[in-house]
Protein backbone atom coordinates (compact mmCIF):
# COMPACT_ATOMS: atom_id res chain seq x y z
CA UNK A 1 0.00 0.00 0.00
CA UNK A 2 1.32 3.75 -0.29
CA UNK A 3 1.06 6.83 2.38
CA UNK A 4 0.11 9.96 1.37
CA UNK A 5 1.35 13.04 2.77
CA UNK A 6 -0.08 16.64 1.97
CA UNK A 7 1.73 19.79 1.98
CA UNK A 8 1.64 23.77 0.61
CA UNK A 9 -1.58 24.79 1.93
CA UNK A 10 -2.46 27.93 3.62
CA UNK A 11 -3.85 31.51 3.13
CA UNK A 12 -3.58 33.33 0.20
CA UNK A 13 -5.54 36.52 -0.87
CA UNK A 14 -8.34 36.07 -3.52
CA UNK A 15 -6.35 36.40 -7.05
CA UNK A 16 -3.23 34.45 -5.35
CA UNK A 17 -1.69 30.91 -6.00
CA UNK A 18 -0.98 27.58 -4.29
CA UNK A 19 0.36 24.59 -4.97
CA UNK A 20 0.43 21.84 -3.14
CA UNK A 21 2.13 18.62 -2.74
CA UNK A 22 1.63 15.18 -2.10
CA UNK A 23 4.78 12.60 -1.21
CA UNK A 24 3.83 9.17 -1.35
CA UNK A 25 5.67 6.23 0.71
CA UNK A 26 5.60 2.75 0.72
CA UNK A 27 4.46 1.32 -2.84
CA UNK A 28 6.00 3.26 -6.00
CA UNK A 29 3.44 6.24 -6.70
CA UNK A 30 3.60 5.16 -10.97
CA UNK A 31 1.23 2.14 -9.88
CA UNK A 32 -1.64 4.76 -8.74
CA UNK A 33 -3.91 6.84 -10.32
CA UNK A 34 -3.86 10.21 -8.61
CA UNK A 35 -6.46 12.60 -7.71
CA UNK A 36 -7.28 15.80 -5.59
CA UNK A 37 -10.19 16.50 -3.60
CA UNK A 38 -11.45 18.71 -1.13
CA UNK A 39 -14.28 19.58 1.13
CA UNK A 40 -15.70 22.76 2.90
CA UNK A 41 -17.02 22.53 6.25
CA UNK A 42 -20.91 21.13 6.04
CA UNK A 43 -20.14 19.96 2.77
CA UNK A 44 -19.08 16.32 1.11
CA UNK A 45 -15.83 16.05 -0.56
CA UNK A 46 -16.00 17.08 -4.06
CA UNK A 47 -13.34 15.82 -6.87
CA UNK A 48 -11.00 18.67 -7.48
CA UNK A 49 -8.95 16.89 -10.19
CA UNK A 50 -7.43 13.95 -11.46
CA UNK A 51 -4.45 12.21 -13.48
CA UNK A 52 -3.67 8.31 -14.79
CA UNK A 53 -0.87 6.59 -13.82
CA UNK A 54 1.30 7.86 -16.45
CA UNK A 55 -0.37 11.31 -16.78
CA UNK A 56 -1.86 10.43 -20.01
CA UNK A 57 -5.42 11.51 -19.63
CA UNK A 58 -6.59 14.51 -16.69
CA UNK A 59 -9.68 15.60 -15.71
CA UNK A 60 -10.79 18.76 -13.45
CA UNK A 61 -13.61 19.62 -12.00
CA UNK A 62 -15.83 22.56 -14.05
CA UNK A 63 -15.42 24.51 -11.39
CA UNK A 64 -11.37 24.17 -11.51
CA UNK A 65 -10.90 24.05 -15.09
CA UNK A 66 -8.53 26.66 -16.37
CA UNK A 67 -7.25 28.04 -12.92
CA UNK A 68 -5.75 24.35 -11.45
CA UNK A 69 -3.07 22.04 -12.94
CA UNK A 70 -2.50 18.60 -12.13
CA UNK A 71 0.89 17.10 -12.54
CA UNK A 72 2.81 13.94 -10.98
CA UNK A 73 6.63 12.99 -10.63
CA UNK A 74 6.40 9.17 -10.82
CA UNK A 75 10.58 9.47 -9.95
CA UNK A 76 10.03 11.25 -7.26
CA UNK A 77 6.81 9.90 -5.83
CA UNK A 78 5.46 13.09 -5.81
CA UNK A 79 2.12 14.65 -7.00
CA UNK A 80 1.28 18.25 -7.60
CA UNK A 81 -1.56 20.40 -7.83
CA UNK A 82 -1.33 24.22 -8.99
CA UNK A 83 -3.77 26.77 -8.41
CA UNK A 84 -4.14 29.59 -9.58
CA UNK A 85 -6.64 32.69 -9.33
CA UNK A 86 -8.24 31.69 -6.48
CA UNK A 87 -11.72 32.27 -4.93
CA UNK A 88 -12.89 32.33 -1.82
CA UNK A 89 -15.11 29.51 -2.72
CA UNK A 90 -11.90 27.30 -3.14
CA UNK A 91 -11.59 27.42 0.65
CA UNK A 92 -11.97 23.90 1.90
CA UNK A 93 -9.54 21.25 3.06
CA UNK A 94 -7.33 19.33 -0.05
CA UNK A 95 -7.11 15.91 -0.01
CA UNK A 96 -4.72 13.79 -1.85
CA UNK A 97 -5.95 10.20 -3.13
CA UNK A 98 -4.63 7.78 -4.70
CA UNK A 99 -6.44 3.97 -6.31
CA UNK A 100 -5.43 1.18 -8.03
CA UNK A 101 -7.94 1.17 -10.62
CA UNK A 102 -6.89 2.97 -14.05
CA UNK A 103 -9.35 2.92 -15.99
CA UNK A 104 -12.81 4.87 -15.48
CA UNK A 105 -14.31 8.24 -14.41
CA UNK A 106 -11.04 9.54 -12.47
CA UNK A 107 -14.00 11.60 -10.46
CA UNK A 108 -15.29 8.92 -8.70
CA UNK A 109 -14.12 9.19 -5.20
CA UNK A 110 -15.35 5.77 -3.67
CA UNK A 111 -12.77 4.11 -6.35
CA UNK A 112 -9.66 5.39 -4.51
CA UNK A 113 -8.32 3.24 -2.30
CA UNK A 114 -5.97 5.71 -0.27
CA UNK A 115 -6.07 9.18 1.18
CA UNK A 116 -3.80 11.55 2.54
CA UNK A 117 -4.44 13.51 5.93
CA UNK A 118 -5.06 16.62 4.04
CA UNK A 119 -3.95 20.21 4.13
CA UNK A 120 -6.11 23.17 4.69
CA UNK A 121 -6.42 26.16 2.16
CA UNK A 122 -8.19 29.30 3.02
CA UNK A 123 -8.78 31.93 0.29
CA UNK A 124 -9.68 35.32 2.11
CA UNK A 125 -11.79 38.03 -0.20
Known amino acids: QVQLVESGGGLVQAGGSLRLSCAAS????????MGWFRQAPGKERQFVAG????????DYAMSVKGRFTISRDNANNMGFLQMDSLKPEDTAVYYC??????????????????WGQGTQVTVSS
Open 51 to 58: ITRNGGTI
Open 26 to 33: GRTLSSYA
Open 97 to 114: AARVYEFGALSRRYEYNY
